[in-house]
């Protein structure tokens, strides 16, 4: 008996050593991946103040920015993964449609319609993309380094309150503006008869793009003013079951 118990002893110190090793792998990734999107965006904010101060106007800017932008943007995708293997305890669903839609609006509707590029509506949504992003990650980096300021969480659970709109404002114009050239265009689009039998319309599917926004955003928004019920303010959340 004295045997078999020291050996499920010897077992379990080497389970929690294992558990031990693996958390602090993922600590010490997240740690870094969090610091290298807070660089990275601090790196567009940059970019984006010093092309307006020299330049004056915004006109032009989203190309000179395009290429750190998609990068940093799509490399996002990495979040996903973290929530599919459990290093991170939050929705594979919820950070998958939000990545996504990120990415969507960079690749297959900003940088491939040029002529919306230099409309307002994509700067509203840069603008806002940025401070939301360099506030995010930096309020994960210091939470990670158990040294978190009150100023970062303060701003992330409070600056949402307007960023949140005004990015889906922004975004949603930009959209909008984007249908007249996609419809002229025929972009992205199949018309039969073709080989495949398959017709598929990208006007119509950017327009039920912008009609998924009615029921999305109000679920994250709310979700977020949760999280900063609970927060901030310590609020003990029910989530109810569906």
Request: aromatic fraction near 16%; charged fraction near 15%; charge should be positive.
């Amino acid at each position: 008996m004295a045997s078999s118990e020291e050996d499920g002893t010897v077992e379990e110190k080497e389970n929690n050593n294992k558990k031990r090793t693996k958390s602090s792998l993922a600590t010490a990734w997240l740690t870094f991946y969090n610091i290298a999107m807070t660089a990275g965006w601090l790196v567009l904010a940059i970019a984006m103040i010093r092309f307006y101060i020299t330049k004056g106007t915004h006109k032009g800017l989203y190309r000179s920015i395009a290429r750190t932008l998609k990068f940093f943007q799509t490399f996002a995708l990495v979040e996903v993964g973290h929530c599919a293997i459990g290093i991170v305890r939050t929705s594979v669903i919820v950070t998958g449609v939000q990545v996504c839609s990120r990415i969507f609006m960079v690749w297959f509707i900003t940088n491939s319609i040029r002529p919306i590029q230099n409309e307002e509506s994509v700067i509203l949504f840069l603008v806002v993309w940025t401070m939301t992003e360099i506030t995010r990650y930096s309020y994960y980096t210091f939470n990670l380094l158990h040294h978190l300021p009150f100023f970062i969480k303060w701003a992330r659970y409070n600056l949402f309150i307007v960023l949140y709109p005004l990015g889906v404002i922004g975004e949603l114009l930009t959209i909008y503006a984007a249908l007249p050239f996609v419809r002229r265009s025929g972009m992205y689009s199949m018309r039969l008869p073709n080989i495949y039998n398959v017709s598929f319309d990208y006007y119509y599917c950017l327009i039920i793009v912008m009609l998924s926004y009615i029921p999305l955003f109000p679920q994250l928004y709310f979700h977020m003013l949760r999280q900063r019920r609970r927060v901030l303010h310590g609020e003990v959340i029910v989530e109810k079951d569906d």
